[in-house]
């Protein structure tokens, strides 16, 4: 598809976002035009890696999960070889959606509409009275394929046929993120928030880039994770916020055990957060499928050891879903309105300091300047 950019958004200059120190955000307009969300679908998000899931929920023969992005609707699945597989989730009879949701499929996948069944590995098994229609070609009939693997203990898919691999993508960020949570392959779905965000995607990793807003809008957080020691590394397509860590009331309590506690929280192109709380124990997971310009569906993923929480598991996940996720949609939710007043001036200075200390915006300067490389000779 052509990859046009119509007058709808304000043209970038070349040089937007190099001066670090004196950097102004991405026009609002890129967060609201729908003109300019066509063109990210097409140029970024088609031709993208994106994560979908962790490993735990494909772990086993037939099972499956679907998800939306940008208005497709994809399966991924185990089949009975244990191969990973994507799909998309559509029937090439007549476009019907095939699986909902997530579960465990059974040996073929059966079209609700017109019965056609198939293969887990996309082959036509059976179309009801093909063999009396001319001229069908049942090798014409398989699901279309999406690229899908495994890397660093999660699930990434990948609309265009011809991509790399996700290390390719983003270099160096498996070794790290292992390194963080040696215990990633073993983790299991302990709890999801699913949220229709009115926000654009955009304003979502920016408001995740960087902590200064940590002290007045996360009061949990900030109480155990030590601000005036949190640096912010950027790596290419993906990045790393570091602080130290002590056990809070009002948020992780830690075992005594747990020896020099830590945040890590790891940004990766275009819109995915993994974050390791302090103990190293357990994840959450920011998951984006941006819908339209104005509106991004969330997947807000808590993943334990145990499948069974115990009560101080249950107790941060109460404080996740109440406390501290709500703070941070109200924030990207009252920011998408604000970019659409007649009092904002179309662009906001980014607050980079000469320390890049824990309050420095420079991830967000690293974020826009790549958003602005996608624009090029659009």
């Known amino acids: 598809m052509e990859k046009t950019l119509d007058n709808a958004a304000v043209k970038l200059p070349a040089d937007f976002c190099a001066d670090d120190e004196n950097a102004w955000t991405l026009p609002a307009s890129y967060y609201t035009k729908e003109a300019v969300f066509e063109y990210e679908k097409e140029k970024i998000f088609a031709n993208s890696w994106i994560c979908v899931a962790h490993r735990s929920?494909?772990?086993?023969?037939?099972?499956?999960?679907?998800?939306?992005?940008?208005?497709?609707?994809?399966?991924?699945?185990?089949?009975?070889?244990?191969?990973?597989?994507?799909?998309?989730?559509?029937?090439?009879?007549?476009?019907?959606?095939?699986?909902?949701?997530?579960?465990?499929?059974?040996?073929?996948?059966?079209?609700?509409?017109?019965?056609?069944?198939?293969?887990?590995?996309?082959?036509?098994?059976?179309?009801r009275n093909c063999d009396n229609v001319p001229n069908f070609d049942k090798s014409k009939s398989s699901l279309v394929p999406v690229k899908v693997e495994e890397y660093a203990g999660f699930v990434f898919v990948n609309m265009n046929p011809d991509a790399g691999s996700v290390e390719e993508q983003l270099p160096g960020l498996e070794a790290r993120m292992r390194a963080a949570c040696p215990v990633i392959d073993e983790l299991h779905l302990g709890a999801r928030f699913v949220t229709e965000t009115p926000a654009n995607w955009k304003s979502i990793v920016d408001n995740y880039m960087e902590c200064y807003h940590?002290?007045?809008?996360?009061?949990?957080?900030?109480?155990?994770?030590?601000?005036?020691?949190?640096?912010?590394?950027?790596?290419?397509?993906?990045?790393?916020?570091?602080?130290?860590?002590?056990?809070?009331?009002?948020?992780?309590?830690?075992?005594?055990s747990v020896k020099d506690p830590s945040f890590s929280g790891f940004w990766a192109w275009p819109c995915t957060m993994?974050?390791?709380?302090?103990?190293?124990?357990?994840?959450?997971?920011?998951?984006?499928?941006?819908?339209?310009?104005?509106?991004?569906?969330?997947?807000?993923?808590?993943?334990?050891?145990?499948?069974?929480?115990?009560?101080?598991?249950?107790?941060?996940?109460?404080?996740?879903?109440?406390?501290?996720?709500?703070?941070?949609?109200?924030?990207?939710?009252?920011?998408?309105?604000?970019?659409?007043?007649?009092?904002?001036?179309?662009?906001?200075?980014?607050?980079?300091?000469?320390?890049?200390?824990?309050?420095?915006?420079?991830?967000?300067?690293?974020?826009?300047?790549?958003?602005?490389?996608?624009?090029?000779?659009?």
């Not at 900030?222 to 009002?250: M, P």
């Not at 984006?288 to 991004?296: G, I, N």
Request: with cysteine.
């Open 214 to 256: 940590c002290g007045p809008a996360h009061p949990g957080f900030s109480d155990s994770v030590q601000v005036d020691k949190y640096t912010h590394t950027l790596h290419g397509n993906w990045t790393l916020q570091f602080g130290h860590a002590k056990s809070s009331e009002k948020s992780f309590k830690l075992d005594e």
């Open 57 to 127: 929920e494909l772990a086993e023969s037939n099972d499956y999960v679907t998800r939306e992005i940008i208005g497709e609707s994809i399966v991924v699945l185990r089949d009975r070889e244990g191969v990973l597989r994507a799909f998309y989730n559509v029937c090439p009879h007549r476009g019907h959606q095939l699986l909902q949701g997530s579960g465990r499929a059974k040996n073929v996948i059966t079209c609700p509409y017109h019965a056609w069944t198939f293969k887990l590995d996309g082959e036509l098994a059976l179309a």
């Open 274 to 378: 993994f974050n390791v709380p302090p103990g190293a124990n357990f994840m959450t997971v920011i998951y984006e499928f941006p819908a339209s310009a104005e509106v991004t569906l969330q997947h807000y993923e808590i993943y334990f050891l145990n499948k069974e929480l115990t009560e101080d598991q249950k107790k941060l996940v109460e404080w996740y879903r109440d406390v501290f996720r709500p703070e941070d949609l109200r924030l990207v939710e009252s920011v998408q309105k604000g970019l659409k007043s007649r009092g904002y001036r179309g662009q906001g200075r980014i607050m980079v300091d000469r320390q890049r200390s824990g309050i420095s915006e420079h991830g967000i300067v690293h974020f826009h300047r790549k958003v602005a490389k996608e624009y090029e000779g659009a």
